[in-house]
């Protein structure tokens, strides 16, 4: 099967929906199918030959933070072309709900449609209803809808009306599947990890922090390791000298770095206070075989199968985290049963997994073998003037 | 002449109304009619489903690897539902929530689905009956979707006044029991 991918963010800037879309790219080549990707791009010059530009990014605010995507005449006349020269069996959309690359996508194509909602960019009811025969026009148009959370599908089925099937996202566990650890340390003592941005208050550093003083009285080896972008001179500061000497800031780390950190800790800490709707770093950690605990969001209880596969502590509660983190430094056992339970679950989100229940999806809509084709009734607008860049990468429709 | 301006300007002004108006209920009546083709894809699909399902069903009764009872138990749930009339979709629908329910007493045991999947031609079987009820409840969960669109568009008063979806019959969804045994997630 050939299938067309639409990223709404820019590809030079991987965030999570891009490092998805990539991910779910090369799941798909394993299972022997083709994909190709539609993005943004500020630099086209520099994008692997499956992604086609679809114009440089505009920065707009959501949600507090900004994203980077594209919309108007010009990347809806590139949508078009990409999807009359490409021979798609599928167009998989992802984010359509925003005022971005996927909607616009859904708008100049026909046929088989799917699309994901990851809900990062969750249109307000009053957006919808100020575009509302052209969007609902275009929803329509999408035979299957996936949410990568019930999170996602909750905020799909109040905007948009309809319904979903949920297919998580996926952990390629054989990224994490060995077992070498940073240079110098090793798995076996009182190790515990964090992960994610150090001064971003949702993520919790700070309640790990208040615990630690009360786990390093029970446990006098423990250490902290912490890894993640962000400024850690205040985190050091706060601390008391005896305890800041535990804890060793690692800064940004690479992928493998991220592995070979998670093959040293003896505990992964998730504390985030809230905001997530997945949690796929604790799949990472438990397929790395690293015992996880987390806060008892509803999304961790979700991926840690209600405490089975990981160990939870009440949200915000320093000393319920330290009492969990004690607990389970003193009790190798329980690690060691974790540690199995853990990976068990994650292999249950691997990424060839994940992929097959899409494929799955995609065999939905296209019964009859119809492909995707570029819908002539919206042609009109296409024809805004729009500079011409050649693509080298795909040239002309009979070269490819 | 000053009439003659003003009652062409009137004639322009009513013939771009009435454009306006036509362009709309153009525009509508066409997506109506891509409701329609998608429902009718979205039907074939689960049609196609339903019997991959019957016939994986049937595959496991007569493979010998199953005891006689619930190869019996099978058979006779798969023949039933391939003799179900397509046009009946309620007695359908009861037809296919029977066969939900006998392939989750079926394959009930998870020990027992492990040891049937040991056998290389069981392995095979067991994962096409775990992907054709995958594919049923999503089937058929695309279609209703579909039908629940295409149903709220045609309660529009545009389309009800101006007859927009012709003689179509209004969709309707399809229910059944499409639970799949939970055993056999594992399979998938």
Redesign the interface.
């Given at each position: 099967m050939r299938v067309g991918l639409v990223c709404p963010y820019a590809w030079d800037t991987p965030g999570g929906v891009a490092v998805h879309i990539d991910d779910l790219r090369r799941a798909l080549l394993r299972l022997g199918h083709e994909a190709l990707v539609l993005a943004p791009a500020d630099d086209e010059e520099a994008l692997p030959d499956y992604v086609t530009s679809a114009g440089r990014p505009i920065s707009v605010s959501s949600n507090g933070s900004v994203a980077r995507i594209n919309f108007g005449p010009g990347p809806a006349a590139r949508a078009r072309r990409w999807i009359k020269e490409s021979d798609l069996d599928v167009l998989h959309v992802h984010e359509p709900a925003g005022p971005s690359l996927g909607i616009l996508s859904v708008w100049v194509a026909e046929g088989p449609i799917v699309a994901t909602w990851h809900s990062s960019l969750a249109s307000s009811r009053r957006e919808l209803n100020a575009a509302a025969p052209m969007v609902r026009s275009a929803m329509e148009k999408i035979r299957a809808r996936i949410a990568v959370s019930e999170y996602a599908r909750a905020s799909l089925v109040e905007y948009t009306g309809g319904d979903a099937v949920l297919i998580p996202n996926g952990v390629d566990c054989s990224l994490y599947a060995g077992d070498e650890p940073l240079p110098g340390r090793s798995r076996g003592g009182s190790t515990l990890m964090f992960l994610g941005r150090v001064d971003e208050p949702r993520k919790g550093l700070q309640v790990l922090l208040a615990a630690l003083p009360a786990v390093a009285a029970a446990v006098p080896d423990v250490e902290l390791l912490v890894a993640g972008p962000g400024d850690a001179e205040p985190v050091r500061d706060a601390l008391d000298p005896a305890l800041a000497a535990r804890v060793h800031v690692l800064g940004m780390v690479s992928q493998d770095d991220k592995a070979r950190a998670l093959h040293s800790a003896d505990v992964y800490v998730a504390p985030n206070t809230g905001g997530e709707s997945f949690g796929i770093i604790l799949l990472e950690a438990m397929a790395a075989g690293a015992p996880v605990v987390a806060s008892d969001l509803e999304a961790f209880q979700r991926v840690l199968d209600e405490g089975r596969a990981g160990a939870l502590f009440a949200n915000e509660d320093p000393v319920d985290l330290a009492r969990v983190l004690v607990d389970l430094l003193r009790d190798p056992q329980r690690r060691a049963a974790l540690q199995v339970a853990g990976r068990a679950r994650a292999a249950q989100y691997d990424w060839s997994r994940v992929a097959r229940q899409v494929v799955a999806v995609y065999d939905s809509v296209t019964p009859g073998g119809e492909k995707v084709f570029a819908d002539l009734s919206t042609q009109l607008w296409g024809r805004w003037p729009v500079r011409r860049v050649p693509n080298p990468d795909r040239g002309s429709p009979d070269a490819g | 002449m000053q009439v003659d301006v003003s009652l062409a300007l009137l004639v322009l002004l009513v013939l771009l109304v009435v454009a306006f108006v036509v362009w709309r209920l153009s525009?509508l009546a066409?997506?109506i009619d891509?409701?329609h083709i998608?429902i009718d894809?979205?039907r074939?699909?689960l049609d196609?489903?339903l019997l991959r399902r019957a016939r994986a069903a049937e595959a496991l009764a007569t493979s010998g690897l199953i005891d006689p009872a619930s190869a019996i138990v099978l058979a006779r749930a798969a023949s039933n539902s391939r003799n179900a009339d397509p046009g009946d979709p309620v007695t359908r629908g009861v037809v296919e929530s029977e066969m939900s329910r006998d392939l989750r007493e079926v394959f009930a045991d998870a020990e027992a689905i492990a040891a049937l999947s040991e056998v290389p031609e069981g392995q095979e079987l067991v994962s096409d009956l775990a992907?054709a009820c995958?594919?049923v409840a999503?089937?058929r969960?695309?279609l209703?979707?579909?039908v629940?669109?295409a149903r709220?568009?045609r309660a529009g008063r545009l389309v009800r006044w101006f007859h927009l979806a012709g003689h179509a019959p209004m969709p309707q969804t399809f229910e059944m029991d499409d639970q799949a045994p939970p055993a056999l997630q594992p399979y998938?």
């Open positions: - | 525009a066409a997506r891509r409701l998608r894809l979205a074939s699909a196609a489903q992907a995958h594919q999503l089937s969960r695309f209703n979707d579909g629940g669109a709220l568009l998938l």
